[in-house]
């Protein structure tokens, strides 16, 4: 958590550059930026005997503090599992940079509730799928594979077509097609299959496709090259050579 947080700090208008240390010993966790050796022996500090001192002195539920010393401004960040050493510029404010810190760690904060959020979706949904309906998305998922490697991230759309006209050539393929989307030169999977379309006949159509868009791969690279960017799906899928 506090390597995402650094680089999004270091992102800010006004940061030169950050260093995260252990809470316990003060030893480097991670830098991002322009790390002056002032920056490293401060932070270290506040992470080797901040905990003694503000215990000794009473202190608590402090989030920052910051110092200037000649031309250096330096904010530290004190968090649970860290603290964080930010050198900003000479002309930064430094209300502003930490105002800037707080957005960027209640966004972060956000983004990792929605992504659970997205996340638990995917997984209820998921489990509320047929076994055939499973078994239709994860060969989508290799067709679209197919498809980002073949294109090599170009006119897609061509290689698109060729799945949809493989799947319109017969009933099953008619039947699978209904609860297909082409979306932004992806084929995604929506609705409720036909109960009577049967796994073995999802297997059948959607390797009529493999099969269609790999002879247009040869055609297109050669066959020694569509035989490489074959591979290079099989090793994103996971599935042994």
């Known amino acids: 958590m506090l390597e995402s947080l650094v680089r999004k700090i270091v992102s800010i208008d006004g940061v030169n550059g950050c260093i995260a240390v252990n809470q316990q010993d003060g030893s480097i966790m991670f830098k991002e930026g322009n790390i002056s050796p002032a920056l490293e022996d401060i932070t270290a500090f506040f ?25 250096q401004k330096i904010i530290i960040i004190v968090r649970e599992n860290g603290y964080i050493g930010c050198e900003i510029g000479k002309n930064a404010s430094f209300e502003e940079v930490i105002e800037n810190i707080v957005k960027s760690e209640k966004s972060q904060v956000t983004e990792k509730e929605e992504a659970k959020e997205e996340e638990k979706i995917s997984e209820t949904a998921e489990s509320e799928l047929s076994q055939e309906e499973r078994f239709l998305r994860s060969k989508l998922k290799q067709i679209n594979l197919l498809i980002d490697e073949f294109s090599e991230g170009k006119e897609k759309e061509k290689w698109v077509e060729i799945v949809r006209q493989k ?75």
């Open 47 to 71: 992470g080797s005997g901040f905990d003694v001192v503000a215990s000794s002195l009473d202190i608590k539920g402090l989030k920052f503090s910051y110092l200037q010393q000649q031309n």
């Open 167 to 241: 799947f319109l050539e017969n009933v099953a393929g008619k039947a699978i097609e209904n609860v297909i989307q082409y979306e932004e030169s992806t084929v995604k999977f929506t609705g409720v299959i036909d109960p009577n379309v049967k796994e073995e006949e999802i297997a059948g159509v959607t390797k009529l496709v493999t099969d269609s868009l790999c002879r247009k791969a040869v055609e297109v690279h050669g066959a020694i090259e569509a035989k490489k960017k074959v591979h290079n799906v099989i090793e994103k899928l996971g599935i042994g050579r």
